[in-house]
């Protein structure tokens, strides 16, 4: 984000506390999508692909694992933690 000035400014302070990362995440990737999906709330696949630069075909098993932990959920095409 840039200012009228050309200072980039901060982006607004989260109100509530982060979640603690749940202990099954394994890696980086899952990580930053538990992170993302935390902060951002619900997208589809094709929203997190575009966001997190990841490959749908990493992307979608990635998905499928977290949701058989039940850290993510999946409500039709969208995703949520």
């Known amino acids: ?5 050309g200072v980039s400014e901060r982006p607004p302070k989260r109100e509530a506390p982060l979640t603690p990362l749940p202990e099954q ?31 749908k075909i ?3 098993p990635l998905l499928r694992h977290l949701a058989s932990r039940d850290i993510v959920s999946r409500d039709g095409q969208t995703y949520r933690v």
């Open 1 to 5: 984000m840039h200012a009228q000035n």
């Open 25 to 55: 995440l394994d890696s980086h990737a899952a990580k930053l999508l538990y992170l993302y999906l935390d902060a951002v709330g619900p997208a589809t696949a094709e929203e997190l692909s575009a966001a997190l630069r990841i490959r």
């Open 58 to 60: 990493s992307l979608y």
